[in-house]
């Protein structure tokens, strides 16, 4: 009689690699699935493995590792277990989060994106933050299964995640300007790589995330508010989409005025970066001692800016230093690399004028709306510090920004043209009144600077309109559109 043969091994979640431990090493992001999945390894757990502490992580396996199409007792194990157990569905979805995303394989990537959708059909705990890990996470093959499972929960989403929401729209937007702006090139000698599947997967689905946002911000538009002023900025950039026009005619001009009044909240502002970007920069902002910041950057530069589509992030990266992220009195005194000189560092790697422009916008876009009492110092202090700390060696960054600031203010949005021209002149004014910076003598007595930029900000600053702002912006007009105004003037520059 033959000897049995022996079992065949599990199957594997993560794409391997000789820099990854083995999936039965304690330290692989596999083996609590391995381990659970051996402990239990009835596809159909009893009574009994209902309380299992292993279960969440048993469950999760089979989900993303049984062909299609899904058996039915998976998902009757799935609910039976959160009916009785409240706590297992927010343990099922923390097992699922565990995973590194880049590395999941396409059979349990996709399965992911169905346990996803199994969970947002049962409004189960936990659900939100999967949905809001999965968004920093596109484009990736698959994303539009992700758009649908948004598109067929929008209505209870809207009152119950609303937040979730808002998350979804503002993730789609950005997704769609970078790559509006930048298609990514194909090639001849490409064999299929994951961008050009990503950016495949994107151009296939374009429809209907522009249908999916439209859809939303006239369906839904105070939850889209949520966003606050960068709703407004995306949607600039979205004005010549023929979709996104009779927004603009019909939606928007009686409310961009409130949008733009109301902050960016610093989770908005992550969402258009990746997890792994903004953990790298956390890491730099927090650890990085000055003078040892080269390396790093030059490691952040080619893991992520260096790809197709990449120098595109860098708007969104400087939205997330000013906005995102504020750090204590602590680490501004620790010694580590200061906000304003990271976004210094990446405003040289704009090597295409557009993405300089919006990346320059990105900087100074809360001073256009600053309102004293309102405004938080922390989203504008960034923008000042960098023109101060660039006089001396670096006076060309310095005349750059102080020439592009006054482009703003004249182009763009001529309508309220003296009200952003008050808050520009209001942040100023705080600055120095919250002791971010001593004087503003630096920028009006430098003679490094241009002659014409300095006469420029003296008249600026001396002259005064201080109903300008709340008159403006209180009165619904027209909004000239960033692509038809500020692009004439401002990407030139």
Known sequence: MPPPSPPSPPPRLLAGGDHLPAPTSATSPEHPFLSAHLLLPSPSPSPADLSSPHLPHALAFAFLTQPSPLPRHLLVALHAAGARFPAFYQAFASALLSLPFPLLLPHPRARLLLAASELARAAAPGFGALLASLL?????????????????HASSLADEEPQLLASAVLAFLRLLARNRLAPAPSSAECKGCE???????????????????VAMLRDHFQVCALIGRDLVRSLHELALVPEFQPLWRDLMPDRVGDVCRMSTPGWCTALAITGEMETQLLFMMNNVKWGDQKRYQLWFERKHLMVPGGVE???????????????????????????????????????????????????????????????????????????????????????????????????????????????????????????VILSLEPLTCCEKISPLLRQK?????????????????????????????????????
Do not use: Q
Request: charged share 20%; proline share 4%; aromatic share 10%.
């Open 195 to 213: 961008e050009c599947k990503g950016a495949k997967s994107l151009e296939e689905c374009r429809g209907k995330l522009v249908s999916f946002c």
């Open 457 to 493: 900000l003296v008249a600026f600053l001396s002259s005064s309109n201080p109903g300008a702002a709340e008159d403006s912006f209180g009165k619904p007009t027209a909004v000239v559109s960033k692509e038809t105004e500020l692009k004439k003037s401002v990407c030139s520059s």
């Open 313 to 435: 992030m860098i708007p969104d990266i400087v939205r997330f230093i000013c906005c995102g992220y504020h750090p204590t009195n602590e680490i501004m005194h620790s010694g580590v690399i200061a906000r304003w000189a990271v976004i210094g560092w990446l405003l040289t790697l704009c090597g295409k004028g557009y993405v300089l422009a919006n990346a320059k916008l990105a900087l100074f876009y809360d001073w256009l709306f600053f309102e004293e009492g309102s405004g938080n110092v922390m989203n504008i202090e960034p923008a000042i510090l960098l023109m101060l700390n660039s006089v001396s060696e670096y006076t060309e960054i310095t005349n750059m920004l102080l020439e592009f600031l006054f482009l703003l203010i004249d182009n763009y949005d001529v309508r309220r043209k003296d009200a952003i021209a008050c808050c520009v002149r209001s942040a100023f004014g705080v600055l120095v009144k919250k002791r």
């Open 136 to 152: 920093r996470r596109v484009p990736f093959p698959g994303d539009a299964r992700l758009l649908d499972l948004f598109a067929e």
